[in-house]
């Protein structure tokens, strides 16, 4: 039995990756020293892969910014309008790279960056590959190779892993119609040949395919596809061994076409859908090798050793040790690095710190299974096993996890789910009371979060500075955002989430039920890295969490302040969630927190309340015969936190990435009066559902896209209003950027702010011509 790895995080234990691009996009090291700090990550990686036991130990798993974007660019998947980047001598091939990840201003040339978008049902943020109808491909990046050459030098033999040529396809977008993505396969198949050759002749043993497509519904073409793409690979590469590996879904539907593929071995995600060995078990062809995703690659849980090993000694005798292999469900760039590194009792108790299991020691649970399964139960595999028996019996016994008030709380038949009444009855009692001019203007909630800001916080995290003084300077802060927004002439003001780590994280430090880590970061999008909240037991809200600071901004002006919260399926998405009760369950417990802060912003006088929604689609599972049952459950999360308000009290909700065709009568059905979405990217085709569908309540498209410097004009955000105006009526409209602008800085912030501005204040001086 070997022991295999898909993929290991690559931000460095201590975000060295983070730190090194960021200095070097600021012109404060050479391209040489972000090549070291790259090299140094990937040495370190193997090292400790290879010194826990792994056997088939990844390479081409680390990435400057994206794997996506690694592959559009091994394949040559270049849109033409970054060849001129490369044009210019004094550029790199990095530099390419990043500007087709992050947008190019220099040398007179200002070109946008690539679209992106959630990777699957993850937090995970990928670079869209662009098709056009003539898109060619060729080999124009050798890293596979270079990499698994340099893990080589090191002595230590890995398993290249690329992005399958079917899910690379299918993760793509046409940029033109009159074709269909996977009529480029044909195409596509020699680069994937030539890289093949390639490694074949750098004496590459295995080679990774990830193909997570196979885990989700699949049509008739995508299904030949895979079949025609995998019998070209084979038949110039029959001894070549070739691992597919399939990810965040069961087969289920797709499983006879997987088992066909003639490759060598399949990986299966078992901690999604654990019940799929069986059937995989009865349809394996002989001589197939499995890969057994027993250690959950999303979550922070220490493995079930007992429940593993059970799975591990079905498959073997049914298909014999030497075709059997153990792995991680996915790659464990979803896992924070290293659970040694929290060394703070404060932070993390020893307690709760021994139920769980980061990438590093998700590596040494592997190397133990095989251990247990090679040498059986004698000395000291006894204790081995002993010891994760007793971490989850102290789990299931403790008294940290279970809170019966709580339980009741979620079960009580008087908990409101539904308005008082309608949207129309509504919206007259909050005109009346609001007294906002037509196309109000507002922003998503966050301000700048500059280095001063992140400093102080960190600073009173070090106790350098009392809690009255760090509380001083964060409310000398939002006095600043609040004038700036007076000065800017915005309708509805927001406080500007100063005091707020990350949306997520700074609820979850509020709450009952919720561990941190000081060091558990998990990549979001290229430099970005966000670290999970982790839900241990049953959640609620001690104390107020936000009113403080929406009473202060509120107190410092005439205008309204808009209360913000993030919703519950958001908090439930974006935390590590305990596996010991149904997601479900859990978001139901934070719903009622959120409603009771709810309850207490509109005690204090707060009558615009937020709760931003932004993860409710990222949710979905991929399955479309799953949505149902989370869909019911999610929009009910979130209706307990927002129904209890009086009808005066206006109830907003924000939606950032987010494709909302399929489940637009769900969106309607969280009865928000004021919806702001992302919709400047798509130049307000997202509106069109919205439209198609007569949503009833009030909607503001975003009309810039805040994820970038460029600051946008009065006039290309009045077209933007004016599009919007054409697919719903203009007193159902409202104007804002499309999501926070926590990244951007203040000088930015202000121009675009007040562009925003004028631009409403033209259009309604047209509306009244
Ligand atoms: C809206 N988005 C979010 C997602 N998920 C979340 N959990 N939160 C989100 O907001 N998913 C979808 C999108 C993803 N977008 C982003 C955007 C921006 C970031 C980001 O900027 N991340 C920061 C980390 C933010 C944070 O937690 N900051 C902390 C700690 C800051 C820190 O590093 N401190 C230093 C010391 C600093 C000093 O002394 O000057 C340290 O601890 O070493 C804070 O502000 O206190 C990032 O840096 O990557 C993420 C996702
Ligand atoms: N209120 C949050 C939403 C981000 S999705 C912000 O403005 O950053
Ligand atoms: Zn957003």
Redesign the pocket.
Known sequence: MQTNNLGYPRIGSN?EL?KSSEKYWAGKISVTELIRTGVGIRKSNWELQKKAGIDLIPSNDFSFYDHVLDMSLMLGAIPKRYHKVILDKSNSEIDLYFAMARGYQKNNLDIKAMEMTKWFDT?Y?YIVPEFTKDQKFSLFSTKIVDEFLEAKNLGIQTKPVLIGPVSFILLGKEKETGFHKLDLLKNLLPVYIDILTRLKEAQVEWVQFDEPFLGLDLDSTAKEAFIYAYEEINKKFPTLKKLVATYFEGLRDNTTLALSLPVQAIHLDLVRCPQQIDEILQKIPSGKKLSLGIVDGRNIWKNNYQQSLKTIHKTIEKIGEENVMIAPSCSLIHSPCDLDLETNEEILTSEIKQWMAFAKQKIEELASLKKLIEKGNSEPNTTLLKENIKAHRNREISDLIHDQRIKSKITDINLKIKRENTFPIRKEKQNYILQLPILPTTTIGSFP?T?E???W???Y?KKQISAEQYEQLLRAETEKAIRIQEKIGLDVLVHGEFE??????YFGEQLKGFVFSKNG?VQ??G??????PIIYGDVSRPEPMTVQWSSYAQSLTDKKVKGMLTGPVTILQ?SFVRNDQPRSETCNQIAVAIKEEVEDLEKAGIQIIQIDE??IREGLPLRKSDWQEYLHWAVKSFKISSSSVKDETQIHTHM??SEFNDIIENIAEMDADVITIECSRSNMELLDVFSKFNYPNDIGPGVYDIHSPRIPSKEEMERLLDKASKVIPVERLWVNPD??L??RNWEETEKALKEMVLAASEMRKQLIM
């Open positions: 975000r983070k937090n943020h979060q280095k800001v992140r400093s916080r960190s600073q995290k707020r780590n990350d949306m997520v994280e970061w979001s999008y430099s970005r890295c966000v670290k999970p974006w932004p993860a950032c990435y999501c926070g926590k990244t």
